[in-house]
């Protein structure tokens, strides 16, 4: 999905220079990312929080990974 429409840039362009270890400021300035109209800012940083693990939901999502697997079923 394009997030910054000004320069074209989409959530998975955005989302893997962030898994890369770059932070917004590196990445906005690598692919540009809200520096035109800066309308794309909030959901850009959104993004990057989510792949570098800072927001809420991926908090959730790591205590969840910690619990032990499930048994698997019998074949029948
Ligand atoms: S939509 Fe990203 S700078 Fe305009």
Request: charged share 20%; net charge positive; with cysteine.
């Amino acid at each position: 999905m394009i997030v910054c429409v000004c320069r074209r840039v989409s959530d998975r362009d955005i989302a893997r220079h962030a898994k890369a270890g770059l932070g917004f400021d590196e990445i906005q300035l690598e692919l540009g990312v809200a520096t035109q109209c800066g309308g794309c800012e909030g959901f850009a940083r959104d993004v990057v929080a989510q792949c570098h693990g800072t927001c809420p939901t991926a908090h959730i999502r790591r205590q969840n990974a910690t619990n032990p697997p499930r048994e698997p079923s019998p074949a029948p």
